[in-house]
């Protein structure tokens, strides 16, 4: 590592360093590769507004058959039809369809910190660097040359009542900011690691969001009474990280060729989901070592 980039006093940590196995996927890079891969074999995709805003689920309701998924609405009025619906909208999945409280969507934080080309230049190898308590960063990107910065914590909620007499569910929001107090657990890191980078201003920030199960791993099933839908979604936080592995998965489920030990582990399992505890922490740390709700935000960042 060159001098003048790890410059911190790194106070109480205890760790090691791991020299090949590990690394780190750059996500927009990732999608606009399996973007491009998909519309050459064939895929035609519909994004924007009002054209690529789903609205709603579409049922086929009858006494003389089954209850079916059979399409999608969106915001311009159009029905798509099909004969087979995968639903995978991440923390949206809820939204969408009753998931027997087998999903929490729970959100995390990010920003992102700008370097001169020089110091790209310096940082550009820099390995990854995680702390269970504190966060993680990675090298700059090589198009921005900005940082990406993330403070470690159990996650936030926004649990909501939607309507009256329904118990209170986490619902999930768009937001281009982060709590102050997600700035200043960065801004800690930082401190510890790089404190020459410690006050400088972001260039970006926003929270993340995805999709909790009870036990942290993907839901991928055909649906048990709604048998042209297949769910695939409960990321865990651990989504990203096996694309496009967890395509392949989803394309098997559709096929009904999954091998039985993935097919068991990522089942339909609502019985996990009986008198869920929504502030379990899941093993997660950071913070004050709680989930934590937005409605107890009071400051957010204003980057920008």
């Known amino acids: 590592m060159p001098e003048g980039v790890l410059t911190g006093d790194f106070p109480s940590w205890q760790g090691f360093w791991k020299k090949s ?79 027997e409280n087998q999903l929490r969507p729970t959100a995390w934080t990010l920003a992102h910190m700008p370097l001169t080309v020089e110091e790209y230049t310096l940082y550009k190898d820099l390995p990854v660097l995680f702390n269970a308590e504190r966060g993680f960063f990675i090298e700059p990107d090589a198009e921005k040359h900005e940082l990406k910065l993330c403070d470690e914590h159990p996650g936030y909620l926004n649990m909501v009542r939607e309507h009256e007499g329904e118990e209170e569910r986490s619902r999930p929001f768009a937001r281009h900011q982060i709590p102050e107090d997600s700035e200043r657990r960065i801004r800690t890191l930082l401190q510890d690691t790089m404190p020459h980078l410690a ?40 989504g990203f990280m ?15 060729v999954l091998e039985p030990r993935l097919r068991e582990g990522f089942r339909w399992r609502p019985e ?21 709700d937005f409605r107890d935000v009071r400051e957010w960042t204003h980057v920008g």
Not at 69 to 84: K, L, N, P, Q, S
Not at 242 to 256: H, R
Request: hydrophobic share 45%; with cysteine; charged share 25%.
């Open 21 to 99: 196995g590990a690394g780190w996927l750059f996500a927009r890079g990732a999608l606009m590769s399996a973007y491009k891969e998909a519309v050459r074999l064939g895929v035609k995709f519909t994004a924007g507004l009002p054209h690529g805003e789903v609205e709603a689920l579409l049922y086929r309701n009858s006494t003389d058959s089954q209850p079916d998924v059979t399409g999608a609405r969106t915001a311009d009025g159009f029905e798509h039809m099909a004969d087979w619906i995968i639903l995978s909208a991440g923390a949206n999945a809820d939204v969408f369809f009753d998931f």
């Open 199 to 238: 006050e400088r201003a972001f260039s970006f920030a926003r929270i993340c969001w995805d999709a909790d199960t009870v036990d942290r791993q993907f839901l991928i099933d055909r649906h048990p009474r709604y048998k042209s839908l297949i769910v695939a979604a409960g990321g865990s936080g651990m």
């Open 272 to 292: 996990q989901a009986v008198d869920r505890d929504w502030q379990s922490t899941q093993d997660r740390y950071g913070a004050d070592g709680k989930v934590m």
């Open 242 to 256: 096996m694309m496009p592995a967890v395509g392949k998965v989803v394309a098997d489920t559709l096929e009904g």
